[in-house]
């Protein structure tokens, strides 16, 4: 009980400065913003911090570890399923975005046309947008989202409502335009997780 409370302090301080810091990123993720260089750096900036801070403190560097079990991705069902997560989420992006009444104007029109999203956002972007896409950003996202509001918070409140609770900030913060389809697929992550007991497998869903 002790450690849940511990770690719901984590969830509060992280939170308090993450939230806003999200929303300024949002409002800095058009190209023609003066400010919009600075971007991509302060994320950065932001995941390293967080990373030194959560494996500063014994106790949630151990859980996260511990909580990683790669061991988990030598199981062939576990592929399996991640294969299938991945096939849903390629198959369902154009009607979900279509049908989106949030989705703005860009994503609808690329989700009509066929056109894949990320490879766009990446064939445009500077190095350190691509590592943010690719590697640091899912670590943190699987951590923070994952194994903080799903796991840890799910000791504290039911585990249904962290579920939920991670699922819709995943999509309000990480929308790029088409947030159901984002909280969509934090629903399939956050029970990835909780399937497998490892943030390793949504991990791998996230990298691939």
């Known amino acids: 009980m002790k450690s849940s409370r511990i770690f719901l302090i ?28 600075l971007r991509n750096w302060t994320q950065l900036i932001w995941y390293l911090l967080f990373f030194i801070y959560i494996f500063s403190f ?14 988990k991705l030598l199981s062939i069902r576990v592929w399996i399923t991640i294969l299938v997560v991945l096939l849903f989420m390629i198959l369902s992006i154009r009607f ?21 999203l990320m ?19 899912p670590i943190f996202e699987e951590i923070y989202f994952r194994e903080l509001l799903v796991g840890q918070l799910g000791k504290v409140i039911p585990l249904w409502l962290s579920i939920i609770i991670s699922s819709i900030i995943f999509g309000f913060v990480f929308h790029g335009g088409y947030p159901i389809w984002v909280t969509i697929n934090g629903l399939v992550l956050a029970f990835l997780y909780v399937s497998t ?12």
Request: charge should be positive; charged fraction near 15%; avoid cysteine.
């Open 10 to 37: 984590h969830i509060i301080l992280l939170s308090v400065i993450f939230f806003p810091l999200a929303l300024l990123l949002n409002n800095l993720n058009e190209p023609g913003k003066i400010l919009y260089p």
């Open 197 to 208: 007991k490892s943030w390793s497998v949504p991990l791998m869903v996230h990298v691939l």
């Open 96 to 116: 979900i975005i279509s049908i989106d009444p949030f989705a703005d104007f860009m994503a609808k029109y690329s989700a009509a046309n066929g056109e894949q």
């Open 58 to 71: 014994s106790n949630s560097r151990k859980q996260v570890l511990k909580n990683f079990n790669y061991k």
């Open 119 to 137: 490879d766009i956002v990446i064939g445009l972007a500077p190095l350190q947008m691509i590592l943010s896409i690719i590697l640091i950003g």
